[in-house]
C-alpha cells in the first residue's frame, strides 16, 4: 500500500517510525514536511530506506505532491502538532495594528475571553513598538510575545504558548489549509481507505468535524420518510454531482 506521513519538527521522522511497525515492509510511505527541520530529519531518517520517498509543500498543498500521484493511498497520518511560526512573523508583526491584533487574537486564540485577549493586543502593540528596530527575526517576535504577557502579569492568563499558537493559526491558515489537505486527501483514498488527524487545538478539531459532517453518507433506512429539506441540510453529500466527488467520509476509530 501506499501511505502518506505528513508533519512539522521532531514528529514527521519518529511518526513514520510508529506507521512502519504497523504496515507491510513491501508498503511504501510519503513523508511530507511543513518545515525546513522536519525536511532535515525525515532526509537524514531516509536516506538509506528505499521505501520512503520524502517531500515538502505547504499543508494545503500536499495532495499534489508528485510522490502521490503514482497510486491510490492506502491511509493517511496528518499531524498538526509541533508547527512553528512561519518566517514571516516578524515582518507581520513590525507593521500589524493593535486592532488587527485583537481580532486575531479573539478568533484564533483558544481562550473564550475577548476583554483579555484585548488588553494583550495593545499591551502587545505597544511592546512591539519599543522593540520594532530589533524585531528582526521569529526568535525575536516571540520575545516580543513574552514580553507583552510578562507586562500583563494577569494570573487568569493567557499563556505565551497559547498566545503564540493563535497567531500561528491565523499566520498558517491552519483551517483553511487543513480542509484543502482533506479535500485532495479523500480524492486520492482508495476505498475503506483511513485518514487520521491529530489535531492540538480545538478550532482544528471542530473543523475536521465539519468536514466529516459535510461529506458524510447517510443511511437510507434511517431517512427514508424524511422530507428533502432535512435531507439537504443534515446530509450536504446528497447535493454533490457524484462525478465530481465519487466519495464520502465516515468517523471511525483508531
Known amino acids: 500500500g501506499l501511505y502518506l506521513v505528513f508533519g512539522y519538527g521532531n514528529t514527521l521522522a ?12 513491501h508498503s511504501s510511505i510519503v513523508a511530507i514536511a511543513g518545515d525546513k527541520r522536519a525536511l532535515r530529519l525525515t532526509q537524514a ?32 497520518f496528518l499531524d498538526m502538532s509541533g508547527a512553528s511560526l512561519p518566517p514571516s512573523t516578524a515582518a507581520w508583526l513590525r507593521t500589524v495594528s493593535s486592532q488587527t491584533l485583537k481580532e486575531v487574537l479573539v478568533e484564533h486564540g483558544e481562550r473564550d475571553d475577548p476583554l483579555l485577549w484585548a488588553r494583550l493586543a495593545y499591551i502587545l502593540a505597544f511592546e512591539r513598538d519599543r522593540k520594532k528596530t530589533e524585531l528582526q527575526t521569529t526568535l525575536q517576535a516571540v520575545a516580543v ?31 483553511h489549509e487543513l480542509e484543502r489537505a482533506l479535500l485532495g486527501i479523500f ?18 478539531t471542530a473543523m475536521v468535524r465539519r468536514f ?43
Open 14 to 25: 519518529s511518526n513514520i517510525r510508529a506507521l512502519q511497525a504497523r504496515i507491510s515492509a
Open 45 to 76: 531518517f531516509a536516506r538509506r530506506k528505499k521505501h520512503i520517498s520524502v517531500d515538502a509543500c505547504h499543508l494545503g498543498d500536499i495532495a499534489g505532491s508528485t510522490w502521490l500521484q503514482s497510486g491510490q493511498l492506502t491511509g493517511a
Open 145 to 175: 510575545v513574552e514580553a507583552a504577557i510578562r507586562e500583563l502579569d494577569d494570573p487568569a492568563g493567557p499563556s505565551a504558548k497559547l498566545t503564540i499558537d493563535a497567531l500561528r493559526a491565523y499566520l498558517r491558515s491552519e483551517d
Open 187 to 204: 480524492d486520492r483514498l482508495r476505498w475503506n481507505g483511513r485518514c487520521i488527524v491529530s489535531c492540538p487545538r480545538r478550532s482544528l
Open 212 to 254: 466529516t459532517r459535510s461529506h458524510e453518507d447517510c443511511d437510507p433506512a434511517l431517512v427514508k420518510d424524511w422530507p428533502s429539506w432535512k435531507l439537504s441540510a443534515l446530509y450536504p453529500l446528497l447535493a454533490q454531482d457524484l462525478s465530481t466527488q465519487p466519495w464520502c467520509v465516515a468517523e471511525g476509530s483508531i
